[in-house]
């Protein structure tokens, strides 16, 4: 369910510039990366003036490490990844992340506690039983367009 | 030792080890607060608040019931919907057990939560939970009782978000603190923890 596979532009680019005979040929490009996200689902908001919190798990099928750099959301005015510390006394803090790592043939998530993609300035309402499209940058090029579901406010996990 | 005799040896052991981990966990000195000072006793807390309805509040309003209460605010994405929607489901789980077990939502951010505010965020989670708010010095007291601390930073988007103490604090109806729920613990800690609030509020009765 919302699996969404992506290749990257630029190996898709570069296989039609140079007139290669099919496309698979560029999938077997040593550098090529098979990106994919599983689960995504978002917290309904309410109203616009908060920011709006999204989870998705990213998989990475492909013979090289690649890196989450950043997000776009045209339903957000700044989109990026945060992730939540607790520290050793139970204090919990939010800060913009760095470059997310996923090794070749590993996954990372984004969940409650951990990352998430931090929706600001939200231009119109998460609003329950909708779907907004986010826009995942990878450090090889890749742009993978994913479709969130948007949950209840109390949702806890994909599954509602 | 026959195979059979030999399974049933090793599944013994392994029972009598998760039960010690349990027991560790919830009852023995793996229970309370990692570091920092333990809450008082509500009885010994000195704070007044205003409630989701408007009404005052203070730490007296809450003895002779069992609590949870947290710190939070309703502009915070990912660790307060999350910390509600556990505690959602935690009273989902005791169902009629929790009817009278108070669950406070305390905000750290009393410019943006007002009453208002906090009414309507609160109505979105379960209906136990309620919200309290108040001036800067009266979020400050409150938060000195319970030893918690809070602190505004400023973000990125012109914008600020709140760093504060995110564990659950759990009291019995005495006002005896009893244990903290740390920020998403699993509902299989959790729930034993607030049962054993909830049992020290019947022997508080008995005496
Ligand atoms: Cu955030």
Not at chain 2, 145 to 151: D, H, I, L, N
Not at chain 2, 185 to 204: H, N, S
Request: a negative charge; hydrophobic letters at 40%; one cysteine or more.
């Amino acid at each position: 369910m919302f699996k969404v596979f992506a290749k990257g532009f630029l190996g898709l680019a570069v296989a039609l510039v140079m007139n290669l005979p099919t496309m698979s040929a560029a999938q077997d490009a040593s550098n090529d990366t098979l990106i994919s996200v599983e689960n995504p689902w978002a917290r309904a908001s309410i109203g616009m003036s908060r920011p709006g919190g999204a989870y998705l798990t990213i998989r990475n099928d492909g013979k090289d490490t690649v890196s989450l750099v950043g997000l776009r959301a045209e339903i957000s005015g700044m989109a990026s990844v945060h992730e939540t510390r607790t520290n050793s006394d139970g204090v919990s803090s939010m800060t913009p992340a760095e470059d997310i790592a996923i090794p070749a043939g590993g996954t990372v998530a984004l969940e409650p506690g951990g990352y998430h993609a931090m929706l600001m300035q939200l231009q119109s309402p998460l609003v329950e039983g909708e779907t907004f499209p986010l826009t995942l940058l990878f450090s090889d090029g890749t742009e993978l367009e994913v479709n969130v579901p948007i949950l209840g406010v109390g949702a806890r996990g994909p599954e509602g | 030792m026959g195979k059979a005799a030999k399974f049933i040896a090793i599944g013994a052991v392994a029972i009598v080890f998760a039960l010690f981990i349990g027991w560790w966990q919830v009852d023995g000195p793996g229970a309370g607060p990692v570091s920092g000072e333990r809450p008082l006793p509500l009885t010994a807390m000195d704070f007044n608040l205003t409630d989701q309805d408007g009404a005052d509040v203070s730490p007296a309003s809450l003895i002779g019931q069992p609590s949870l209460v947290f710190f939070g605010f309703t502009y915070c994405p990912d660790v307060c919907p999350t910390t509600l929607s556990d505690i959602s489901g935690w009273l989902d789980d005791l169902g009629t057990e929790a009817e009278d077990l108070n669950t406070i939502l305390i905000t750290v951010d009393p410019d943006r939560d007002t009453v208002e505010t906090l009414a309507e965020y609160v109505s979105y989670f379960h209906p136990q939970i309620q919200g309290w708010t108040g001036s800067e010095d009266q979020i400050a007291d409150a938060a000195e009782g319970f030893r918690a601390t809070y602190e505004k930073v400023e973000g990125a988007d012109g914008g600020y978000t709140m760093n504060h103490t995110a564990g659950v604090f759990l009291f019995d109806a005495t006002g005896r603190f009893v244990s903290i729920i740390d920020y998403h613990e699993p509902r299989e800690f959790a729930v034993p923890k607030i049962r054993r609030a909830m049992q020290d509020r019947a022997e508080g009765a008995e005496s």
